[in-house]
């Protein structure tokens, strides 16, 4: 049951990455004057794809927390790293952003230390 907490974990920190990039394409660019910004991100703060972001940060830490109930933090937390990976796929995916060969490699790094680190 552990590994699902950490699971729920990584799926949620995505989600809430993912939507509030999305939130954020949509709003459009990021004003230059103060008052602009401030009233650009508050719009932003009340917008529900944005609250469900900031309740899936909250979930994401409650699940982390059973997960930890169970688990060595050094062993779990490089699972973590998964999510760095499903962001970057799912943002080439969805908003088009490029695999270049380093990200591409660095995302093998990645892999290849979550394999490692999660033994023992």
């Known amino acids: 049951m552990s590994y699902f907490y950490i699971l729920c ?3 949620l920190t995505v989600y809430g990455q993912l939507a509030i990039k999305w939130q954020v394409l949509e ?3 990021f004003p230059k004057t103060n008052k602009e ?4 991100l ?3 703060l009340i917008n529900p794809w944005v609250i469900s ?3 899936a940060a909250l979930l994401a830490s409650v699940t982390w927390m059973a997960a930890m109930t169970k688990l060595q933090l050094s062993h779990a937390y490089p699972f ?3 999510a760095f990976v499903l962001v970057m796929l799912f943002s080439a995916l969805l908003f088009n952003e ?3 060969a380093p990200k ?7 892999i290849l230390g979550l394999a490692i680190g999660s033994q023992g």
């Open 9 to 11: 974990t990584i799926l």
């Open 27 to 29: 709003a459009g660019l």
């Open 37 to 40: 910004k401030i009233w650009f």
């Open 42 to 44: 508050l719009n932003l």
């Open 53 to 55: 972001a900031f309740l």
């Open 80 to 82: 973590m790293s998964l």
């Open 98 to 100: 490029p695999i270049t």
């Open 104 to 110: 591409l490699a660095g995302l093998l790094l990645v």
